[in-house]
């Protein structure tokens, strides 16, 4: 079946413009996540909905961030004012269910690079 | 707060020979763990995973993983490996005890390079 998808895979914003990334999960899941994986390091946590509710965000590094998942399923982050350090690759996750131990698939993530 | 170290940046092995990955992890109660490879320019692919029971872990593509509670290790291994192995391979951990909230926590990664 098909897996996680995200657009667009690369973005290349001005400093100051906002951006909003798009996942679309697993059809069932419904757990989402997103993670933001620098250069040369591992994802880390952003931000987790269950269905709609979005259960931590405490991730977000700053106010500019914001995701939302609005139907239970397809999940938009978005980011006003970039600036240079938001550049990095921003994957999404989707699992079966939430609070076992469910593995997460990921997306091909989007590439974002700010100038 | 939960952490994983993974050690080494790079792991080199002759292709036929077994390898070795390390990791270790933190988490104040018991943990789930997890194997993900990325390929360049695709997202994370799930490998294994250890919930509870046999320490030793059988996923895809004949790669195994052992969890050592005393150590709080969970090194992945391959008996033989193939020049397709390599990537870039990261090990996860998630408190059990931490119910709805599921996020996962990342090692830094290790390269991993087969040769013929």
């Known amino acids: 079946g098909a897996g996680v998808s995200q657009s667009p895979r690369y973005k290349v914003a001005k400093r100051g413009q906002d951006v909003a990334l798009r996942c679309d999960p697993i059809s069932g899941h419904v757990s989402l996540f997103w993670y933001q994986q620098a250069l040369g390091q591992g994802p880390e946590f952003l931000t987790y909905f269950q269905n709609e509710a979005q259960l931590d965000k405490s991730g977000l590094p700053s106010d500019r961030f914001f995701a939302e998942r609005p139907e239970g399923s397809v999940s938009t982050l978005k980011i006003q004012r970039t600036q240079q350090e938001d550049s990095a690759v921003y994957l999404c996750a989707s699992s079966l269910g939430s609070g076992g131990p469910y593995e997460q698939y990921f997306g091909p993530g989007t590439r974002l690079t700010v100038t | 707060a939960q952490s994983v170290a993974q050690p080494e940046d790079q792991v080199n092995v002759a292709e036929g020979n077994p390898l070795t990955v390390k990791c270790t992890y933190s988490?104040?109660?018991?943990?789930?763990l997890f194997w993900y490879v990325q390929y360049p320019n695709r997202g994370l692919q799930f490998l294994l995973k250890y919930i509870t029971g046999d320490n030793l872990v059988k996923g895809s593509y004949g790669f195994e993983a052992e969890f050592n509670k005393s150590q709080t290790s969970f090194h992945l291994k391959k008996p033989s490996a193939l020049v397709s192995d390599s990537a870039l391979y990261f090990c996860?951990?998630?408190?059990?005890?931490?119910?709805?909230?599921?996020?996962?926590?990342f090692g830094t990664g290790t390269r991993l390079q087969v040769t013929l």
């Open positions: 996860a951990v998630r408190d059990v005890g931490t119910g709805t909230a599921s996020k996962l926590t």
């Open positions: 988490v104040s109660g018991n943990p789930y």
